[in-house]
DNA sequence: CTCTTTCGCTACGAGTCGTAGCGTAACTGC
DNA sequence: GCAGTTACGCTACGACTCGTAGCGAAAGAG
């Protein structure tokens, strides 16, 4: 689940040391914050989590798959409680993202493995299944949540609501992430209560509260 | 203007090769092409060029500067033809975007240099005026445009205005990147389409649409 | 006790980095 | 012209990182 070089499955042998997947995730980390993503290197990783280099490259076929491993596993955490309307649990997944982003592990991580997924497809792969689909049912739980209390219709095209839903969601992310990494600026509780209002009413909603 | 390091600008000596800038930045997106952007040596883009290693690092102080620079030029390409309505409008600024994302040169780049500069903060302004502005130029252009057809209300308040336009700016550049990036699903016609509907109309429109 | 796998350690060739030093080329002002 | 100044191409260099190979020792299974 977790390493990217599985250990052979067979029967006898040492067993992997457990403990040592949890150092070198966490050294990654640790790495990633003081060094940030180009400076980092596994050599250095090694040397924090007290164990060999050759240990690391037997685990991990790189940096990339390396790093990505490290910051999924803060991607865990991630919960949607119900706040009790579609707008504040709206918000709400905002704001977790952007407590994740704020992160500086996560921010030089992220767009990184992400540019290296672009001219390799297993990478970009696993980063979906590690953390993109994470992010992705907070979505699906806001919306079924938001059904349930009459505030947005059932869908009798499951298609047609894939399609929706993966449209919000690069709306939602893509928003935060653009707004957090490239522009910058703090995604703090006023930032989402306007983009919320934005998503659910549109533009001229934005504009009845602004204009 | 181009070159990250200026010329001393005092008066004598031998005047730069203006022709050998043109030809490092495009040799810069050959390589990106190729090589992407974490196996992009400058070493290798000096031969490209036909110019010396050590011109290269008398003109940028690096590989995230040379790219950046590089790829900006593409951005300068960037225009909003008055498609009619606000809706068409929108739709072409996002296939514009599209159209630049879907380059191999600027999807391994962007989201690399995004990725250094959440460590280097000149980088980052560097990244705002070559990249970001011409960018949001377009969204400016479209909004005083659907002003002047009525299709939205004036603006009294300048800083509230300025606001607004900055969180419109995230969510539709932030979505296309999301889309194209991370998803990697295709910013084709139709996802330009349904992308709008939300945006003009918020999920009650995108509901009615597809639901 | 044997077989199997992991681990730590050392060492290595290959490649990249960014810079220094040198001689030459190109342009300006006297 | 000629001296002063800057850009250029070239070579060479130490420092660093990469990913791997080889070794002996450790830890479990049967």
Redesign the interface.
Known sequence: MQSRIPPPARTGGRPRNAAADAAILESTRQALVEL???KLTLGDVATRAGVAKTTLYRRWAGKSELVVDAVAELFDELELPDRGS?AADIEGVVLQFAALLGR?ET??????V??????DEPL?ER?RTSI?DRQKRLVLAGRKRAQERGE??????PT??G??A??????I???????A?????PVDED?AR??TL??????????AQ??
């Not at 992400?114 to 001219?119: F, G, K, L, N, Q």
């Not at 992310?173 to 707004?179: K, L």
């Not at 990494?181 to 600026?185: I, M, P, R, T």
């Open positions: 940030g993503w180009s579609l500086p921010k030089t991580a992220l767009m990184a992400v540019a290296e997924s672009t001219s970009r980063i993109v947005l219709p059932p869908e009798p095209d047609a609501a399609l929706t993966d449209l919000i969601f690069d709306v992310a893509g928003a935060v992430v653009h707004r990494l490239v522009s910058a600026e930032w306007r983009f934005l998503l659910l009413g549109g533009l001229a909603a934005a504009a602004t204009w």
